[in-house]
């Protein structure tokens, strides 16, 4: 599937590092380095945009190896980019690490996972069928 994309960034396009993939890594695109101290969030450019077709979302999502080495992750996680959005992508990390963290140019910060979705309409109801579950939820079926 072919989408529509601006650069305006020095990085290269996000792309899939292997055959397997499901996420595209989002870079930094940044005139300095930011600094962040513990619990800290900052929004991150990415200096591009893009034109998804409707029925499709962009999931931005966390990246394990930042996630683990340095403490820093997408705080809204996944943020979603709707179908109609124009503007440019951009990452809300936080710091949840004890230490002062660093982001730099062209880092890694993010993955972006394209999917699907439904849009819906409502059935207004006075009733709704039994399930095995029930209401049950939060732990009720234990701890092992």
């Known amino acids: 599937m072919q989408v529509k ?13 292997t055959s397997g993939a499901a996420g595209m890594d989002l870079a930094a695109q940044l005139e300095s380095t930011i600094t962040l ?6 929004l991150i ?3 591009l945009y893009m034109e ?3 029925g499709l979302e962009a999931q931005v999502r966390p990246r394990s190896g930042m996630a683990i080495k340095k403490g820093l992750t997408v705080i809204n996680s996944p943020g979603t980019i709707d179908s109609d959005y124009r503007g440019e992508i951009k990452v809300a990390i936080v710091n949840l690490s ?3 963290q ?9 993955q972006m ?3 699907r979705h439904e849009t819906i309409s409502w059935e207004l109801t006075e009733n709704l069928e039994d399930s095995e579950r029930g209401a049950g939820g939060f732990g009720h079926t234990g701890t092992k």
Do not use: C, F
């Open 5 to 17: 994309i601006i650069n305006k960034s020095t990085n290269p396009l996000p792309q899939y590092q």
């Open 37 to 42: 101290q513990p619990m800290e969030r900052a």
């Open 45 to 47: 450019p990415t200096g």
């Open 52 to 54: 998804l077709p409707q």
């Open 98 to 100: 004890g230490t002062v």
């Open 102 to 110: 660093t982001i730099e140019q062209g880092e890694r910060v993010a």
């Open 113 to 115: 996972v394209i999917a």
